[in-house]
């Protein structure tokens, strides 16, 4: 089992839906959790840090859930260019460096 | 505003070949870390430093050595190159230490795409 696991994908929605991204990790010393966002194989760029009160930029709003050891994505009101990839992250301990990557959970919003 | 930079951007080996992927960041950043991207696996973490002199392995450093004399440069060793390691290889920095997740943002490069025939 990965130690962060993210639903399969893809996602398929159009323009103007709300899409939820689910992910899970294994390792309960885990201390800080992020999601990233990756363009057509491009390098990841951090999209939001997840904080344990949950957190909301604009259309976008993580949540984390320590006893369940589950974090969520939600975006709203999607758009066309919300079409990435978006990767779970957590990192092990209380060190950066150390971090560990989901495998990804592709999102397509169409017109 | 440089970042992180890497090199090269392509290679193609054959297998048994070295060769080595440069890093280097000018954000004077303690931590840095490779990563290897492959499809349905997402990122994978090779080796990482969280600073000059120390490395530790993340979690699949075989075939890899990498080394950190300066807090700017991490180079990734591949000794004897495999088909298996054909993949898109990312280096990455943070801040680090402590204070929370804002140190711990990772800066990555434009990423190394290698083949190995």
């Known amino acids: 089992r990965k130690e962060v696991e993210q639903d399969p994908g893809p996602f398929n929605v159009p323009e103007g839906a709300t899409v939820a991204f689910n992910c899970t990790y294994s390792?309960?010393?885990?201390?800080?959790f992020f999601w990233y966002r990756q363009d057509c194989r491009k390098e990841p760029k951090l999209l939001m840090s997840?904080?344990?009160s949950g957190n909301e930029d604009g259309r976008f709003t993580a949540q984390l859930n320590r006893a369940s050891q589950y974090i969520s994505l939600l975006i709203r009101d999607s758009k066309l260019s919300d079409s990435a990839t978006y990767l779970c992250?957590?990192?092990?301990?209380?060190?950066?460096?150390?971090?560990?990557f989901g495998q990804g959970t592709e999102l397509s919003v169409k017109p | 505003n440089a970042g992180v930079t890497q090199t090269p951007k392509f290679q193609v080996l054959k297998t048994g070949q070295s060769m080595t992927l440069q890093c280097a960041q000018d954000?004077?950043?303690?931590?840095m870390s490779w990563y290897r991207q492959d499809p349905g696996m997402g990122l994978r973490l090779i080796h990482y430093?969280?600073?000059?002199?120390?490395?530790d392995q993340g979690e699949v450093p075989n075939g890899y050595n990498v080394s950190r004399s300066t807090t700017e440069d991490f180079p990734l060793r591949l000794l004897s190159a495999a088909p298996s390691q054909t993949s898109v290889y990312f280096c990455?920095?943070?801040?680090?230490?402590?204070?929370?997740?804002?140190?711990?943002?990772?800066?990555f490069g434009s990423g190394t795409q290698l083949s190995v025939l």
């Open positions: 990455a920095s943070s801040a680090g230490g402590v204070g929370g997740p804002t140190n711990e943002k990772l800066f």
């Open positions: 390792n309960s010393a885990s201390q800080s």
């Open positions: 997840v904080y344990s």
């Open positions: 992250v957590v990192n092990r301990g209380n060190q950066g460096g150390k971090l560990i």
């Open positions: 954000m004077n950043h303690e931590y």
């Open positions: 430093s969280v600073g000059a002199g120390i490395t």
